[in-house]
């Protein structure tokens, strides 16, 4: 949804057609809500997951994480804080 949001966003600053750009406005208006909604899940979610709740702070307690790299991190490596980090490296490809 934020790839098609940026999209939208540069589509909208190359086009000067009044009926383009409100098409465009309705798009981006649309995408909004639904990322709104989105994050609004995925908060509640980690909120109601103890583990993941402790997770989260945990990695946002380093310098430059916040939610939603900590969300993104915990959703594609559920293995953080239950492996030693030479196996969460590996699995990360960074090894």
Known sequence: LKRMETQEKNRLSKTSSPMIRADIAASLKALALRITRFEAEI???????????????????????????SANLLARLPELGHMDHR???SLAGLA
């Open 43 to 69: 908060a509640d979610h980690l909120a109601r997951n103890h583990d993941l709740a402790r997770d989260g702070d945990l990695l946002q307690s380093i310098p430059g994480i916040g939610p939603v790299t």
């Open 87 to 89: 196996a969460i490296a």
